[in-house]
Structure formats: structure tokens, C-alpha cells
């Protein structure tokens, strides 16, 4: 559609004679011939390549018939030009641009509308006072403190950089304009701050939009980075994108256990939000709803709404089908039977069944007789999204009258029913609409403060005169700069006007990689609990084909339930109805209420819908057509996700070769492509109604689209594996998870910030077999991981169950080396009294040296450089002894401030080396400390490495260079790999990397291992037969124990293998003695707190089946909580200090040794009224027989 105008006008200009618009190639021919010429002299053109960068001129050598110069019959040039518009998409959408989008939405439009929505505040007192809001915007980030903007009126932006290292928040403040009155003048005030708003990085209001590689060094941010987080507090946190059920669109479900047929809309307009079912149930259709007390017959409710006669109602749920009819006629005869034939008594029995949610406080309101309640619940609670105008409820009786039809089809056609987990039916949610929720919320409640607080004022008549409320406005934009801040720290979104309470919306941002943090921006969370075993939400669906990674999605509980969004999708963002309403009726299309029902639903009428509501109808439809309903859907809502396709027309291709010329050399750039018609966004619902042809060879003539890149239904992650169509499916979702946990580059800034902990590798390379996407994605800037010569052969028998053997001169030489940064900081505070916390130095002249303090510098903290070993101190903290007493008293006056020492001592048992010490404040001017220790580490039995295919071990052994087999050349492999791992998992893409992978080292240049792609092979072989190697990628090797050669021939080449975060040194712990459990008085638990190794219920049960009674006594109560009790004989209650409470006495109070839990456990069942007696026995009973 988007293509036929152009393609009119072209004809016009070319050749006039022709009269037919649509006319195929040769028929232009004569006049094609005379623009080759043109296009050429474009082509050789290069002096100012931004020349025709949009100009008109340039689109004249596009704008001929397609395949110039060419028979018809020629093949195009495929898959190797076309995936250049992949760059191109990238740069302008996709991965996290959609989350950068949003906000800017937000802020430049969304705002406007919520304060438009409410502009002014009346006061209840003075009837001639108001405050009324014109505009808002939100001014550039700057820091917090306000004091020095008035004095010196210097705009302080700051960095982002900046506020990571000094735990601030990136906000920008919110500025309206607005007037109000103050004693008899209307005052105007521009540019007033109401709050601050967290800005979101690579935003358009952030300081880093729009600026060169150049410019970011000078800020500290690194280029690479996406982008698309906020920083508070100094902490990166990310909305995650929600996934919902979308609104505004009719759901049929079936209930087979009750034996009905529902469908279901959640009506979602600016108002209000709520939920409108229609049922079928006993043959009956009803009209449920949260108003209303009792299911109301759906009969009755249309005549409520105004449409009298039976026959007429008849004919707009049922049309002519004479099947339909006979379902429906039964709702009449309800109605006869209450006696209802008029509109009138139709809203006077529905007034009657709406639920009474008035507060009883305001009893001066009288309650309204039912048709005013009826009209009211009908045009704006029921179903409210459909707009009612002059009550008018024509549309909304259509609305119902189309989901009981709905309903009546499902009923006859099981296959009619709706899908809740079709990706068309969901709608994602944004930052940008979370975030307007959250700001309307919280400006509602900004203007009841003001409100409140200008009434108060105003009451008193004295200073009615000269009252400004200028001064409340600017108080009271805490509550919105603490709503805001709360809210994205916390995650939890809980808003009073919708009743939404929704906790886990923001994560922090996950820096163990580049990688890490590129999957979490495209990472989808749904809403729906974890913990039910339900298979449905979780499978994948054929509809989230290229919307949606196959493969990249967590094991465990959150299986298929966390997405993530393919390479190439697109989240819509809210458009304008109007234009398209207009459209739709300038094309044509009668207005729906103006027809009756036989039109309707008579043969080749289509009805649209626009975002669910139902407009007009036509008969000629030729956008997407959903021919079960006979509909034609339009939708502009927001939170849509689709992908763009190449447009094919007549069986061609609408992207030529020359597009992708003038694409490659500048002229023309992804947006141009959508405007000329060459390219089209699609929704999982319109996909539905096309033909698409993944590969140009496989158009026939009925082909609608054409895949721009078959490899773009994976995502970021995913695409990182060379030949993942080679690996069984769920090795590929193994190294989503681990490529998201190997240790490599961060950012080119990794080492100006301070992170909490920090993973670096010490030499990352790049992989020798690449993908497309790991160039489109960056990862090759970035990487993380080495590129090994890897042996697939057994070796020792330290290989056992994917254990890698280590070639030691490869790790002296630094393979697999990384280095751990690790955060620690204070605050020194300032009290309320005037004290506050100091640094102290060792004392040289009073106190003999501390061994603890051997560290420490003059100021109180350590030395850049210096060696930390466990229990020193780095930072020597003192805290004023009367910090929270409320002042100075009189005999405290002369004494000088009593300090109590709190060192910062460093706890891990292996030792660090300080690498930074940083000493700024924070926004509440305290000053914070921040120290960063490095530790390096070199890889030891038991870290964790993995290659690309989800094929992870640990080292086994490290083993001696001399003892490694090698070839003749005189190769030793790095890692030796037990060649039993490939059998049973069938990762064949690891094979054909390590084929490619030395056919690159061999030839000198990178590999693809690209999906449904990549370097063929044949053509790989061929390479390593050139170089004197062997076909299929074997080694002759020679062991290095016995000089002998190797009985067989040996796999051998690089693999790129990724060290994972999980290294032993971190893992590692045993305790004797240590800290115990306040509440049980057991040793506590993990590593973290020095905890013990707990013997569990099932090691319980086979020292139990070994007899071992001393042993289990031992490790269960002895070595755990063994505990004295004082026992009464007599009642078997526990007395305290050998005195029975109950019996009043003291003989027979025994002492007994039991477990401090159970002893926990007899009281609590006291306190449950549950009596457990402790009954005594002699241990030795006298032998009776002496």
C-alpha cells in the first residue's frame, strides 16, 4: 500500500503516454533506458557524498521499473548485499533503541498530555483563586544542589561518570510554567522545578546524545556502551520490558469444567481501567461485570443502550445466518419474562444491580434514582473504552453485539477460540509508559498537597491580601523527586488510582560483560508467577518467529517465561488515531453506526476496527484481513512488537541492487527505505496475512514479503554462536546463559569506574569464527574470552565428565588470566549535634604500632599498591562517642569529643593489592570514601571455561608443557578436550569452528560461522589440503611422555573458549569454629558468613542406616547446639535455675542435656496449646534380678 502513490507519480513523469499506473517492466522500458544514463552520473559523484544524502534528485534513478539493464530472468544478487540494511536498521532502532525511544516519547510528548489532563488547582475557600499549569518540560541534567545555582546562576550539568562514582542520581529537573493569583494580580512564572526527573542514558536529554567517540572520551563514558539504564544513587538500574495481555482487544475463552464461553476485554482508557465479560452459558448470553451485582442478560443491555426493536438486535449479533439466529432467539424470551420492553425499564433493572461503592461519609448525597446510575455505568464504566458522546451508545451496543457474535462463532468453531499466548495478543511495556504512570500519579497527589496546603492558608482571613504561592509550589517537589527515585531504586511500582501494585520492574545492570549487559536491555519479563508448572505460557510459539530469540531464555523456574527480543524487532510507540480515522473514511469506508445489521454481516463486508473499536465498514479490503472475523483490524496502539520485511510485488523484490549501492555509500538510509515503500514494518497479526520467502530464490508468485536476513530471528545473544543450525537446540540456550558469565571487557571506561565487583580479562581476543551479528552487536570490540588450540583426545584420566586438561606453559604465558576489582566505602556523617565522623591515622607519638594498622597512611587509609592480607585494616574510621545525643550539655562543654574507633577491616582470606582510593562527597555534602582492591588470578584446578556451544568444564588438571603431545610442526595444544563429550550432546557447530577457525589462522583471514549461513565447509577443507593439512581437520601427534606417536590421528585446532566467572578461589571454605544463629544457636550458614557444612536430612538417613548412633549424636547435637535444660520429673515442663515453676518446687528438677532446637520447638508448641512433656527414665536401670 505504502508504495502505490509513488509508484502513480512516477508513471505521470516518465511516461505520459501509458494510462495503466501498475504497468510491468517493458512497457517502460524506452523511457528506463533514458534515466540509466542519469543514475550513473549520480554514481560517479563522490564529491559531496551528503549531497544527496534526501534529495528528491537522487530517488529519480530508484524510481524505474526494477532489474535495469537485466533480462527478467536473471537472478538478483542475494544474501550478500542485502543484510547491509541490518546496519542501517540498527543505527535508527532496535536492541536498545526501543527503550530510548520510549522515554523520549515520554518526556516530549507523554508529559505534555498528563499535565495537560489537569491544569489547574481551585481552591475550595476563594473562589477566585487558581493555580494553572501552561507547559512542563524537563531542563538538563544537573547536580542537586540548587544553593549554588542562585548564588553564582551557573548551569552545573554533570556527567554520568560522575554520578556512578559519587552514589548521585542522573536527574534532570522538571520545570512548568504556570499562573495563579496572588491578592489582586495574576502572576506568570516560567521555568519554576516541581521535582526531578531520572534521565535515562543515550537519552534525548541526556549529555551524551548526539556526541562523537571523541567527545564521550572527554566525558569518561565508553561508546560501546548501550545505553538505555538510569543511575541512581549511583547504582545502574533497568526497566525491564513487561509483557501483557493486550487491552482494549475481545479474548474468547472457553471454561470446559463449567461449560461456557467467555469473552473477555480489559478496557484501558486514561480514566479508567476495568474488565467487561459476555458469557454464554446454559445457551443464555450475559453481560458480566465488576459493577454489577449479578451477570445482566446481554437483551436487556442492548435495549438499555437504545436499540429497541427485537429484530434488529437479532440481526446485529447474528446477521443472516439462520444457525446464528436460532442460538440468539432464546435471549428474548428472559426478557419477556421480567417484563422488560422498553429502554426505559431496561435501565431502570440495571440501575437496580449496580453495587452501591458510595463513601458513607458523604451523606448530604441523597442516592440517585437508577436510570442515572444505568446511564452512567454504561457509558463510562462498562466496556469504557469505547467512547460515548451525547449518549450515544450506537458504537458501544455495536461493541457488545460484536463480542456476543464473537462468542455465538467460538461456540460452533472450537478453532475460533483465542490464544492467550500469541504474541499477537500481547503488547509490551516500556519505560516510557511506566514511567508516565508513575509521573501522573505522583502529580495528582503534588497538586492535592498544594491544595491542601493553600486552603489552609487561605482560611485564614488575615493574609489573604498578599499570599504567594509561589512558594508552596516549590516545596512540595520532593514528594515527585522521591516518588521517582523510589520507584526505579526499589522496582516496586505500587500506584493508588489503578490499583497496581508490581514489584521487580527495574533490575540492577548486570557488569560481569559487555554481553551481560547488552542482554539485559532486550530482556522481557512476564507477570506471570514463577512457580506454577504450567507448560503453556513457557513453549515457544511458532507466532514469536523473528520476534522473539528461540533460544535465549534461563533454565529453571523462569523457563520461556523471561524472553528476549530477536535481533531486528521493533516495540511500536503510541501513534495519533485521528489521522488514520480520517484516512480510513477519506478511502471510502461507510460509517459503521449509519448501517444496519443485515449490511453487517452480509456477504463481503468487512467491518474495522481501529485499536479495537469498531468505525466502518467496506468492502474492498486489501490491508491486513482477518477472514475469520470478516475484519479488517488498524492498530496504533503502543507496546506492538514487529519486525520490518522486504516488500515483493509481481514476484520481484522491491530492493534492488542499486538501493543497497546507494545504502553502502550513504545516500540513502533505513528511514528512506520505509518511505519509498521498499521496506514495511509487520505485527505478529498481519504476518498472519502474508506469504514471506526467507531466501529470494524461493518467491513464487503469490509471495508478499521477503526475510531481510534469516539469521536475525535469533537475538543478541544467541548470535554470538558460530553455526548454531549445527547444534542440538538446547546447547544453544546453555551458552546464552554462560556467554552472559564469561569474564572479558566491560567497556572501554572499565577502569574509571568503581564497580561493586568487577570481572576483567587480562588479554581478550577477538573469535577467530565470527557471526554477523558479533560485528553488528560490537562484541568484537569487547570480547570475552581466548582463542585455544584445542586436542580432542583422552589424556590421563584427569579429562573424566568434560574436565579439560591445562597446558602449564600456556597459563604461565597468561591464558586465561583475569583480574578481580572489588568495592568497598564509607560515609563519613555528619550529626545533628555539630559532630562528626573523622579519619584517624596511626598514632605515632602515644600508641605502640599496630600490626593491624601497618597499611594505613597519615590521613587513616592505605596506600595505593599496598598488599591487604586478612584482617588489616584499609580504611580507620572514628565515631564520635555522643553522635546521637541532642546537643552539647554543660559538663560536656570543656571535655574535648570522646572517639570510638569503627575500622573498615578487609575480611576475605586471600590477599588483595589496593588499586584505588577515592575520596569525593556525596549529594548530602558527606564525604565518601571509596576503596578498590585488584586481586589477579591465574586458572586452577576446578575454574570453570566453556566454549561457544554450551559445552563447559572444569580444569582437571594442569598439566607440564613437556608431557602435552605435539604435532609436527611442533603445535602443543593448549587444552586437551575428552573427546566423549561430543557423541551424546551433538554439538557439530564445535567441529566446524575449529575447522574454520584454522582455516582462518591458515589463510589470514576471519571466518563466519554465521546461522543458516556462515563459510561453507568444502571451501574450508580446501584451505587446510592447500596448506598441507589434513581434510578433515586431524593432527599427526607425538606424545610427549613417551616421544612415541600417537596411535591415531588427533582433532586439533582453536576454538574460542570463555573463562566463566565461577573460579574456586571464590568457592572455596571450611569452618571449625565459628558464628552461630541467634534463634536457633546453630552455626550459621554459607560462605559469606563463615558458616558450617549442614549434615541434611538425607545424610541423616545413611549414618541412620550405618548405625553410627555416637556419630549422629555428635554432628547433630554435640558439634551443633547442644543445650542443658532444667527438667521437673513430675510434669515433664522445663524448669529454669533447678526451680519446676508449675510445681512450686524444687525436687526433681533434673538437668538434661537436648538440642537448643528442640527445646525451641517444645516451647513453641506451648504457645499453640500443644503440650509435649518431657518424660525421664533411669539411663542405667539396676539390674532387677540381683
Not at 459493577?291 to 435495549?303: G, H, S
Request: net charge positive.
Amino acid at each position: 500500500m505504502p508504495g502505490s502513490p509513488i509508484k502513480r507519480k512516477r508513471t505521470a513523469q516518465t511516461a505520459p503516454a501509458i494510462k495503466v499506473p501498475s504497468a510491468p517492466g517493458p512497457a517502460l522500458a524506452p523511457a528506463a533506458t533514458a534515466h540509466v544514463q542519469s543514475a550513473d552520473s549520480h554514481k560517479h559523484d563522490h564529491s559531496d557524498p551528503k549531497k544527496g544524502m534526501r534529495g528528491g534528485d537522487d530517488f529519480d534513478a530508484l524510481l524505474k521499473p526494477f532489474y535495469y539493464a537485466k533480462s527478467l530472468t536473471d537472478p538478483i544478487n542475494t544474501a550478500q548485499d542485502k543484510w547491509n540494511l541490518l546496519p542501517a536498521f540498527l543505527k535508527v532502532k532496535g536492541l536498545v533503541k526501543q527503550h530510548i525511544d520510549s522515554y523520549n516519547y515520554f518526556v516530549e510528548v507523554q508529559l505534555k498530555k498528563i499535565v495537560q489532563a489537569s491544569a489547574e488547582i481551585r481552591s475550595d475557600v476563594d473562589p477566585n483563586f487558581y493555580i494553572r499549569f501552561h507547559d512542563i518540560y524537563l531542563g538538563s541534567p544537573r547536580r542537586a544542589d540548587e544553593e549554588q545555582d542562585s548564588k553564582f546562576d551557573v548551569a552545573s550539568t554533570i556527567t554520568p561518570n560522575e554520578c556512578r562514582l559519587r552514589d548521585m542520581t542522573y536527574a534532570a529537573p522538571i520545570l512548568v510554567d504556570f499562573e495563579y493569583v496572588r491578592g489582586r494580580q495574576r502572576v506568570k512564572r516560567n521555568g519554576t522545578a516541581i521535582g526531578r526527573m531520572p534521565v535515562m542514558l543515550r537519552s534525548s536529554k541526556c549529555v551524551l546524545s548526539n556526541k562523537s567517540e571523541a567527545e564521550m572520551q572527554l566525558l569518561q563514558e565508553c561508546p560501546l556502551d548501550p545505553g538505555g539504564y538510569f543511575i541512581v544513587n549511583g547504582t545502574e538500574k533497568v526497566i525491564l520490558v513487561q509483557e501483557q495481555l493486550s487491552k482494549n482487544r475481545v479474548i474468547v475463552e472457553t471454561d470446559l469444567k463449567k461449560e461456557i464461553v467467555q469473552a473477555s476485554v480489559t478496557s484501558s482508557s486514561n480514566e479508567r481501567k476495568s474488565k467487561s465479560y459476555i458469557i454464554l452459558k446454559k445457551e443464555r448470553i450475559y453481560m458480566r461485570h465488576n459493577v454489577l451485582n449479578e451477570d445482566v442478560p446481554i437483551v436487556i443491555l442492548l435495549k438499555a443502550m437504545g436499540i429497541q426493536s427485537d429484530k434488529e438486535m437479532l440481526l446485529l449479533v447474528a446477521g443472516i445466518d439462520s444457525t446464528y439466529q436460532e442460538d440468539f432467539a432464546i435471549n428474548f424470551e428472559e426478557t419477556v419474562k421480567l417484563g422488560i420492553y422498553t429502554q426505559h425499564q431496561a435501565l431502570e433493572y440495571i440501575g437496580s444491580r449496580i453495587k452501591i461503592n458510595r463513601k458513607p461519609n458523604s451523606f448530604g448525597v441523597t442516592r440517585r434514582n437508577h436510570i442515572q446510575e444505568a446511564i452512567e455505568a454504561i457509558s463510562s464504566v462498562i466496556i469504557s473504552h469505547v467512547v460515548v458522546e451525547n449518549l450515544n451508545f450506537r458504537p458501544k451496543a455495536l461493541y457488545v453485539a460484536h463480542m456476543a457474535r464473537r462468542v455465538l462463532m467460538a461456540k460452533h468453531d472450537p478453532s475460533l477460540v483465542d490464544d492467550r499466548d500469541y504474541v499477537g495478543n500481547k503488547r509490551l511495556e516500556l519505560a516510557g509508559q511506566l514511567l508516565a504512570l508513575l509521573f501522573e500519579d505522583l502529580f495528582k497527589k503534588f497538586q492535592f498537597d498544594i491544595k491542601m496546603n493553600i486552603d489552609k492558608v487561605l482560611k485564614k482571613p488575615v493574609r489573604t491580601e498578599q499570599f504567594d504561592a509561589y512558594g508552596v509550589v516549590a516545596i512540595h517537589g520532593n514528594h515527585i523527586t522521591q516518588g521517582m527515585n523510589r520507584a526505579i531504586s526499589t522496582g516496586n511500582w505500587s500506584l493508588k488510582r489503578f490499583r497496581m501494585e508490581r514489584a521487580g520492574v527495574t533490575h540492577v545492570l548486570s557488569r560481569l560483560s559487555y554481553i551481560a549487559a547488552l542482554g539485559m536491555m532486550t530482556r522481557i519479563s512476564s507477570q506471570f508467577e514463577k512457580t506454577r508448572k504450567v507448560s503453556g505460557p513457557r513453549a515457544l510459539q511458532p507466532s514469536q518467529f523473528g520476534m522473539l530469540c528461540p533460544s535465549d531464555t534461563p533454565e529453571g523456574e523462569a523457563c520461556g517465561l523471561v524472553k528476549n527480543l530477536a535481533l531486528m524487532t521493533h516495540i511500536t510507540t503510541n501513534d495519533e488515531e485521528e489521522p488514520v480515522r480520517k484516512l480510513i473514511f477519506a478511502l471510502g469506508a461507510e460509517d459503521v453506526q449509519t448501517v444496519g445489521g443485515r449490511e453487517l454481516h452480509g456477504q463481503g463486508a468487512y467491518i474495522i476496527f481501529l485499536n479495537g473499536s469498531p468505525i466502518a465498514l467496506t468492502r474492498r479490503p486489501n490491508v491486513f484481513i482477518n477472514h475469520h472475523h470478516s475484519a479488517v483490524h488498524i492498530a496504533t496502539d503502543d507496546g506492538r512488537i514487529c519486525r520490518p520485511l522486504i516488500i515483493v510485488e509481481d514476484g520481484k523484490s522491491k530492493v534492488t541492487v542499486r538501493h543497497l549501492e546507494m545504502l553502502r555509500s550513504g545516500k540513502m538510509e533505513f528511514d528512506d527505505f520505509l518511505a519509498h515503500g521498499l521496506v514495511e514494518y509487520l505485527d505478529c497479526n498481519e504476518e498472519n496475512d502474508s506469504y514471506i520467502s526467507v531466501y529470494e530464490a524461493d518467491i513464487t508468485g503469490s509471495t508478499t514479503h521477503l526475510e531481510i536476513e534469516p539469521f536475525t530471528i535469533l537475538g543478541a545473544v544467541a548470535g554470538l554462536i558460530p553455526y548454531p543450525h549445527h547444534n542440538q537446540s538446547p546447547r544453544n540456550t546453555y551458552q546464552c546463559a554462560m556467554g552472559k558469565q564469561a569474564i572479558g571487557a566491560i567497556a572501554n571506561n572499565q577502569f574509571l569506574r568503581i564497580d561493586s565487583l568487577l570481572y576483567t580479562m587480562v588479554y581478550p581476543q577477538k573469535p577467530m569464527v565470527k557471526t554477523r551479528t558479533i560485528e553488528l552487536v560490537k562484541y568484537d570490540k569487547l570480547p570475552a574470552g581466548q582463542s585455544a588450540t584445542v586436542a580432542v583426545m583422552s589424556y590421563s584420566g584427569y579429562d573424566i565428565e568434560d574436565a579439560l586438561v591445562l597446558n602449564k606453559g600456556s597459563v604461565d604465558r597468561g591464558f586465561g588470566r583475569c583480574q578481580v576489582f572489588r568495592k568497598y566505602s564509607t560515609n563519613l556523617k555528619s550529626y545533628s549535634n555539630g559532630t562528626k565522623d573523622k579519619l584517624k591515622g596511626p598514632d605515632r607519638e602515644n600508641d605502640l604500632p599496630i600490626r593491624k594498622h601497618a597499611l594505613l597512611d597519615n590521613d587513616g587509609l592505605a596506600a595505593v599498591g599496598e598488599k591487604v592480607n586478612h584482617g588489616e585494616v584499609y580504611i580507620n574510621k572514628v565515631t564520635p562517642e555522643n553522635a546521637l545525643s541532642s546537643g552539647i550539655t554543660g559538663s560536656d562543654a570543656g571535655r574535648p569529643i570522646a572517639y570510638i574507633p569503627s575500622p573498615q577491616t578487609y575480611k576475605l582470606p586471600d590477599p588483595s593489592y589496593i588499586d584505588k582510593v577515592m575520596i569525593s562527597a556525596t549529594e548530602a555534602e558527606n564525604q565518601l570514601i571509596k576503596v578498590q582492591t585488584r586481586q589477579t588470578r591465574v586458572p586452577e584446578v576446578g575454574d570453570k571455561f566453556s566454549s561457544r556451544h554450551g559445552q563447559k568444564g572444569v580444569v582437571g588438571i594442569i598439566a607440564e608443557h613437556a608431557d602435552m603431545p605435539f604435532s609436527d610442526l611442533g603445535i602443543v595444544p593448549d587444552i586437551i578436550m575428552n573427546p566423549h563429550g561430543f557423541p551424546s550432546r551433538m554439538t557439530v557447530g564445535k567441529m566446524l569452528e575449529l575447522i574454520t577457525g584454522k582455516a582462518g589462522v591458515l589463510s589470514g583471514e576471519f571466518g563466519y560461522g554465521t546461522a543458516f549461513g556462515g563459510s561453507p565447509v568444502e571451501e574450508m577443507s580446501a584451505i587446510l589440503v592447500d596448506h598441507g593439512f589434513s581434510y578433515g581437520g586431524k593432527d599427526y601427534l607425538t606424545s610427549g611422555i613417551t616421544g612415541e606417536p600417537l596411535p591415531a590421528y588427533v582433532f586439533m585446532g582453536p576454538i574460542y573458549y570463555q573463562k566463566l566467572k565461577h573460579m574456586v578461589q571464590d568457592k572455596m571454605h571450611s569452618r571449625a569454629r565459628g558464628p552461630r544463629a541467634i534463634l536457633t544457636r546453630q552455626p550459621t550458614e554459607g560462605r559469606s558468613r563463615d558458616g558450617g557444612l549442614r549434615l541434611g536430612e538425607m545424610e541423616r538417613d545413611c549414618l541412620i542406616a550405618y548405625g553410627t548412633s555416637q556419630l549422629l549424636l555428635e554432628r547433630l547435637m554435640i558439634s551443633s547446639d547442644r543445650h542443658e535444660v532444667d527438667v521437673c520429673e513430675s510434669c515433664g515442663f522445663m524448669g529454669y535455675l533447678g526451680w519446676c515453676q508449675r510445681c512450686k518446687t524444687s525436687r526433681g528438677v533434673v538437668k538434661m542435656v537436648i538440642p537448643y532446637a528442640a527445646k525451641l520447638l517444645v516451647q513453641e508448641l506451648f504457645s499453640m496449646n500443644v503440650v509435649a512433656r518431657l518424660k525421664l527414665a533411669d539411663e542405667f536401670p539396676e539390674d532387677r534380678g540381683m
